[in-house]
């Protein structure tokens, strides 16, 4: 009898190509996904007198470094020579190597890992890679999905497979339903809060239970971009009739007799009864409120009725220093109440929040409403943005006085110019609060992105179901 | 690339934990080619290194004359989390520093300083804490690490047996590429995937 195996083993199980002593395997990469920041692979790969060896197998778009004003003007919107020329490097590599391309032109340009997904090139099963740590994400349709650096970037292109050594696992269940005005956002920063940024190092997550199960895809989405900043290798969640229904019909999905086909086999893909995990961890979802970061690190995050808390009263010496530096960035003092504290600027958009749903959720709170502090918003891909149009979101933010913007990463880490000015406070729905993250001396608050039009309309942190229920 | 086998140098203490890779270098410099004349020196740690008109910061670790030719790093838990840059990679390595040593790594920058090179060393939480607090006693000083014996030796001569895995040290010990022993591989890889996307004619 052949003993349970988790959704992941199935996975590294069907691509494993060969395997050397010592436990390293040969794993068969099934997409890989280029952007702008690429060019140290494919020049590395030039040098070597090598091509991309299955150029359908890869796909590019330009997200990282295009502009989210002026798009019309095309390149010249973009000031900065230096993000021009990897802009129009990334065309040009492709170009050379026979990869899709979707440029700032293309209709279906947008942040990587939010058209994976939405153009059905990310499927259950498979093994995805991207020259970026947020490819978490994909793990959400019940692939196995991780960022790399450039020199694995570069075996990728030149061989479409990688030396990997198997990592452990871990499932995260989360019990309970979520209340409402609790996301997929608010989830993630729990789970991170409770096991820390090492918390998950050298394992794979897979999230589980009823709560989890309870997402729709954009918030399952959510949760598995956040799996990095837990440390995990990939985030992951078991493929079901929703995400079956969600990638029917979509540009690169199956069809036909094939469809039939691909069904079959992702239906056998969730971890089996009794499958066993190197580790387990259990959150109670019902327990959870709208959740934002008070510190400089995604695990420094807490529910919005929370206060700061006081550094001298953690007992590791290394987090003890980690929040007394983080608190003087931050410019807080402990005791103070989350929602005591003033906001500056706000952002909505990135690979972790920037999708249709995300864009609802903000619009359902700023109907009627005006943002008091400068925001923009950028969706996470040009047909989304078409989408929100369609349905008339993009009024609703005009009228509250936020930037409806185009598609790229924008704020979410400012290569593209879109910074948060130094000192200033943004409540952002990105994935990252370090130091500097949206530009230098930037102060930046993640939360979900009711939270952040919730903070938009009072200019402070506020709990945005107070919001909803008097409106 | 080349071999990695001892390594004897000065060692920097950077007493902080969740070193992430934005800090290592900042995003605004990823877009810099790197150039083999100059390479990423300049960017390495830049946002502490350095202040807002570009002079240096004096009181961090790399700018205190003792430090300044260090070869080695010593840090706290989790370095190298977050972005999946490489650009962190080469700013250590343009600088000058070929060996971190911490409790432990984010796992795509272990990865990253494996693919050039570069020695990761994990020990215990309370050796880094030992190590930092000798190299800070004695600015300037050195440790030595051996590779082969998997090492790391204090200033006070105590050695430090430290564990990696065996196929990570024969590639480093050997300066192998990846590429290359994937391609020793060739024909098992075609008919593995004529197999594959036999079965998966749609992923082709």
Redesign the interface.
């Known amino acids: 009898m052949v003993s349970p195996r988790t959704l992941f083993d199935k996975i590294w199980d069907?691509h494993v190509?060969?395997e050397?002593p010592?436990?390293?395997a040969?794993l068969?990469i099934?997409r890989n996904f280029v952007h702008e920041?690429s060019f140290?692979a494919f020049g590395a790969l030039a040098k070597?007198g090598r091509k991309v060896r299955k150029p359908?197998?890869n796909f590019a778009v330009a997200d990282h470094?295009v502009p989210t004003v002026g798009r019309e003007r095309g390149l010249d919107a973009t000031e900065?020579a230096?993000?021009r020329?990897?802009i129009q490097l990334l065309e040009e590599n492709c170009r050379i190597n026979n990869v899709a391309h979707f440029g700032m032109d293309d209709e279906r340009q947008g942040i990587v890992h939010v058209i994976g997904p939405e153009l059905g090139i990310t499927q259950p099963g498979?093994t995805i890679t991207c020259?970026?740590?947020h490819t978490s994400t994909h793990g959400a349709l019940g692939a196995y999905a991780f960022?790399?650096?450039?020199?694995?970037l570069?075996?990728i292109l030149?061989?479409?497979?990688?030396?990997l050594?198997k990592?452990k696992t871990l499932r995260v269940t989360v019990n309970g339903r979520l209340a409402p005005g609790v996301t997929g956002k608010d989830v993630v920063l729990a789970i991170i809060a409770k096991i820390g940024?090492?918390g998950a190092?050298?394992h794979v997550i897979e999230f589980a239970g009823p709560a989890i199960r309870g997402l729709t895809i954009e918030g399952r989405l959510t949760v598995c971009n956040m799996a990095?900043e837990a440390?995990g290798?990939a985030g992951m969640i078991a493929p079901d009739d929703a995400v079956y229904e969600y990638l029917h019909g979509r540009e690169y999905a199956?069809?036909g007799a094939?469809w039939e086909?691909?069904l079959a086999?992702w239906r056998a893909l969730p971890s089996d009864e009794g499958a066993r995990f190197d580790r387990e961890v259990t959150l109670d979802g019902s327990a959870l409120e709208p959740m934002l970061t008070w510190g400089t690190?995604p695990e420094e995050a807490l529910p919005v009725s929370g206060r700061i808390p006081d550094p001298q009263s953690l007992g590791d010496a290394?987090?003890r220093?980690?929040a007394l530096?983080a608190l003087a960035y931050m410019d807080l003092k402990p005791g103070m109440a989350l929602t005591d504290i003033r906001i500056d600027r706000a952002f909505i958009g990135s690979c972790t929040n920037g999708r249709i749903e995300d864009l609802r959720a903000a619009a359902a709170v700023l109907k009627g409403r005006k943002s008091m502090i400068p925001a923009w918003i950028s969706p996470g891909s040009t047909t989304l943005k078409a989408q929100a149009e369609a349905e008339g979101l993009h009024r609703i933010f005009l009228d509250a006085g936020v930037e409806w913007r185009a598609s790229g990463c924008s704020s979410c880490?400012?290569?593209n110019g879109d910074k948060v000015p130094p000192g200033l406070r943004c409540a952002s729905t990105s994935n990252?609060n370090?130091?500097?993250?949206q530009g230098?001396g930037a102060r930046t608050h993640l939360m979900s992105p009711a939270m952040a039009a919730a903070a938009m309309v009072t200019g402070r942190v506020t709990d945005v179901r107070q919001l909803l229920a008097g409106h | 690339m080349k071999p990695f086998t001892t390594l004897t140098a000065i060692a920097a203490p950077l007493d902080m934990a969740n070193v992430d890779t934005d800090r290592i270098i900042p995003v605004r410099f990823l877009r810099k080619l790197r150039n083999e004349k100059a390479g990423y020196d300049p960017y390495l740690f830049h946002d502490m290194r350095f202040d807002n008109n570009g002079n240096e910061i004096a009181d961090f670790v790399l700018n205190r004359p003792a430090y300044r030719k260090a070869g080695i790093l010593v840090a706290g838990a989790n370095f190298g989390c977050g972005s999946s840059r490489e650009g962190a990679v080469y700013a250590l390595l343009d600088y000058g520093i070929q060996a971190v040593i911490a409790p432990s790594f984010g796992d795509i920058h272990y990865a990253n300083e494996l693919q050039n090179g570069m020695l990761p060393v994990t020990l215990p939480e309370e050796i880094c804490r030992g190590l930092r607090g000798q190299l800070q006693a004695q600015p300037g000083a050195t440790l030595a690490i051996d590779l082969p014996a998997q090492t790391v030796t204090d200033t006070e001569g105590t050695a430090h047996p430290f564990m990696i895995d065996p196929v990570y040290k024969e590639r480093l010990l050997k300066g192998l590429d990846d590429i290359g022993l994937v391609l020793e591989n060739t024909p098992v890889i075609e008919s593995f995937e004529t197999r594959y996307h036999g079965e998966r004619p749609w992923l082709a």
């Open positions: 069907s190509i060969t050397r010592g436990g390293d040969l068969h099934d920041g140290h070597e359908r197998q470094y900065d230096d993000a020329h990897m498979l020259g970026d740590s960022g790399t650096g450039a020199s694995q570069k075996q030149a061989t479409q497979c990688l030396w050594k990592p940024t090492a190092t050298g990095i440390g290798r199956p069809k094939d086909r691909a086999q690190s290394d987090k220093a980690h530096q880490a400012a290569m990252r370090f130091e500097g993250r230098k």
